[in-house]
């Protein structure tokens, strides 16, 4: 394989809302720079990109995938993303490792919420961005309020580069802004014909490249001083203002076209080279090696530095680690340490990626991206490094889950094999989170949303033959009591030979919030001797596991044990522990006993004008307002909720909000169930617990 100077790679992610066209764009480069032999079409097997059968099935992508191509003696690396929210495990992951993106709008349906939140991820990394309006050949393309909706939602300046000269179906060409050439494209092929600009649009163009010149003198004071006393700029002048404004952020460009008619890539690609920057133009990354802040340049002569940014599990192959390097080499058949896993990983064949094929080399330098086959304990986020120079970089930040289901296996040999399949799809999608309830037994498969658990239970099946069935997620309610009481606890049994016999005398009191559970020994004069005493208290511990209205488990309880009586043959530990079950089971109906259930601390994003709609649905579902901070056109809702009201919130809020909330929520106390839904808990509880019994 050819080898690239860092000057000449480009590492670029094409981000933007679902079906906008990421991918067309994607498959219409590679067509045109001659990797692909046919212009691929989302939804079936001819896309290079969109390969995974959940993907051809669903018309749309799933994961992020990565390609690379040559276009004027330059590499170009493509990682196309997902645009939905289901789908946003690889998307933040993508953006840390790129230098540059495409941010891919639909001229039909113009910047959405999705657009949005990758546009501010990619700020986050200070990413210099392109804009490409896609599907310029729709009947509703409309660029002017794209425009200005990237003015005022980014608070940048978009400067239009080029224009198509009629949009929909007629859409045969479009007009470059920058060397005033109009170019038409024939069916089948990707490379624009230069022409003169037609009549009826030269006083179109002649207005827009006016506001363009206008936008680029307005970056430099020098060049605002020219252009305001002659009126213009020279080609010059205007090429290097331009480009000043573009790497300064001031202004960003903005390309058209159509990709699934292969109309305006060339001209995307040409921006691609011209305006995103090669690795040694991107700032140093930073680390921490040894407890302190290193530095490390893009130079293949430094040591190691390569971030994971993707997993690929695959049940046969094993699993595919990609990785940006961002200093040193990594060679084939060589070992590598993992600093986070404190680890070595020896390296066989390392690869390039081309959708779904490998392509072996010998060795990835800086500043390109690449793969290796089954490593043992490296996962997404880590770093692979040297030994001697074990730098950590900052992990990947990646959204939490939403929505929780329980996992339930089919069959008994499902059961078995269900541990590892979920433990693979974690290791491929970090947003995907498993756990064990401790109080409800049960396990629970976390994720972005109903679609997401969906694809993740299809890829069980289809990968590891493993079925499961999914239900919503038991509310980890617990008992505990308002009251005091004394009472006595007695199990006293004659079979003929030896009995059983029991006697104590119980205080039972609540405890503050967050006090669990206290037993205190108030025995004196050995009324019921030591050995007998850890007896009664394991017999109150096991039946408060088990509560007494509903089933549930009991806290902050003290319970004094202050009398009984024993017998000499009789008496034995297990009639002791008898005994103490017995009497807190009776006792605690005495001490008004009530339900808790969690609350959740819940942060909501959302735009300003559905704030009102949001704050009425938290105030429906007993929810307490703690405050709301302003966040440029959004809101931020910071509240508490019990859990039971919030356990399917992810779709609540894409209903009300269309798409453009979102929220994280975690665990913070339990308190009182109110009384009018008490009841009707505590009976449902009873049911299940004599259904599961019989």
């Known amino acids: 394989m050819k080898t690239y100077k860092l000057q000449d790679i480009r590492n670029v992610g094409l981000i933007g809302h679902g079906h906008s066209g990421k991918t067309s764009v994607s498959e219409a480069i590679l067509f045109n720079t001659g990797v692909s032999d046919r212009l691929g079409k989302v939804g079936d097997t001819s896309s290079l990109m969109d390969y995974d059968p959940d993907e051809i099935k669903r018309g749309q992508s799933i994961n992020a995938s ?107 060409g479009l007009v470059d802004l920058v060397d005033l050439k109009y170019y038409t494209y024939e069916e089948g092929k990707g490379e624009g014909v230069s022409g003169p600009i037609p009549d009826a649009s030269r006083d179109e163009v002649e207005t827009a490249r006016a506001e363009l010149t206008e936008a680029i003198a307005e970056v430099d004071d020098e060049l605002i001083e020219v252009y305001l006393e002659k009126g213009e700029l020279s080609d010059d002048e205007f090429a290097q203002g331009l480009k000043a404004g573009i790497e300064s952020g001031k202004l960003v460009p903005v390309l058209c076209g159509a990709a699934t008619l292969n109309i305006g890539i060339d001209r995307l690609l040409r921006g691609i080279v011209d305006y995103l920057p090669s690795p040694d133009r991107r700032p140093a990354v930073k680390g921490v090696q040894g407890g302190e802040e290193v530095t490390r340049t893009g130079s293949p002569e430094e040591p190691l530095a390569a971030l994971v940014f993707k997993t690929v599990a695959d049940p046969y192959a094993g699993k595919l680690t990609l990785f940006r390097v961002f200093s040193g080499t990594l060679k084939a058949d060589s070992s590598v340490y993992n600093p986070a896993k404190e680890s070595s990983e020896r390296v066989g064949q390392v690869y390039l990626i081309q959708g779904k094929k490998q392509v072996s080399v010998g060795e990835i330098l800086a500043g390109d991206l690449g793969a290796v086959a089954k490593l043992k304990v490296t996962t997404t986020g880590d770093t692979l490094a040297v030994e001697n120079a074990p730098l950590v970089l900052p992990p990947i930040e990646f959204p939490r889950p939403v929505l929780s289901r329980a996992v339930l296996p089919k069959t008994r040999a499902d059961e078995e094999k269900i541990s590892t399949a979920l433990l693979r799809m974690t290791e491929e999608d970090p947003t995907l989170k498993i756990e064990r309830d401790v109080q409800t037994h049960e396990q629970l498969m976390s994720g972005m949303g109903e679609v997401h658990l969906d694809i993740i239970i299809e890829r069980m099946k289809r990968r590891f033959g493993v079925e499961v069935d999914v239900r919503p997620p038991r509310v980890p309610y617990r008992e505990t009591i308002r009251g005091h009481t004394k009472v006595q606890g007695k199990y006293k049994k004659q079979t003929g030979g030896r009995g059983q016999y029991g006697d104590t005398w119980l205080e039972i009191a609540p405890l503050e919030k967050g006090g669990g559970f206290v037993f205190e020994d108030k025995i004196v004069g050995g009324a019921i001797p030591k050995t007998y005493i850890p007896a009664v208290e394991k017999g109150i511990q096991e039946a408060m596991a088990q509560g007494v209205i509903a089933h549930y488990p009991m806290v902050d309880v003290k319970v004094s044990l202050y009398d009984g009586s024993y017998h000499d043959v009789d008496s034995s530990e297990m009639a002791f522990k008898i005994a103490g079950s017995l009497g807190f089971k009776k006792g605690v109906m005495d001490c008004k006993p009530i339900l808790l259930e969690p609350v959740m601390n819940m942060e909501i994003v959302v735009p300003s004008d559905h704030v009102g709609d949001v704050m009425g649905d938290l105030n429906a579902k007993r929810g307490r307002i703690q405050g709301i901070d302003a966040s440029g056109d959004s809101q931020n809702i910071r509240a508490q909720v019990p859990m039971a009201e919030v356990m399917n919130y992810a779709a609540d809020l894409r209903s009300m909000t269309g798409g453009r909330g979102n929220f994280v929520m975690e665990f913070d106390h339990y308190d009182d169930v109110p009384d009018h839904l008490s009841q009707k808990i505590i009976a449902e509880a009873n049911r299940e617990y004599k259904e599961g019994k019989e």
Do not use: H, M, Y
């Open 66 to 172: 990565l390609a690379f191509c040559e276009f004027d003696k330059k590499k170009i690396n493509l990682l196309d993303t997902p645009g939905n929210n289901n789908f946003i495990a690889d998307t933040p992951a993508c953006i840390r490792v790129v230098d540059g993106a495409v941010v891919v709008v639909g001229a039909d349906d113009g910047v959405q919420f999705f657009t949005e939140k990758v546009w501010q991820w990619a700020d986050e990394e200070g990413l210099p961005k392109i804009v490409f309006i896609n599907k310029g050949d729709s009947e509703r393309a409309n660029i002017s309020p794209i425009l200005e909706a990237i003015r005022k939602k980014f608070n940048v300046a978009p400067v239009l580069l080029n224009r198509v000269v009629t949009s929909g179906r007629d859409l045969k």
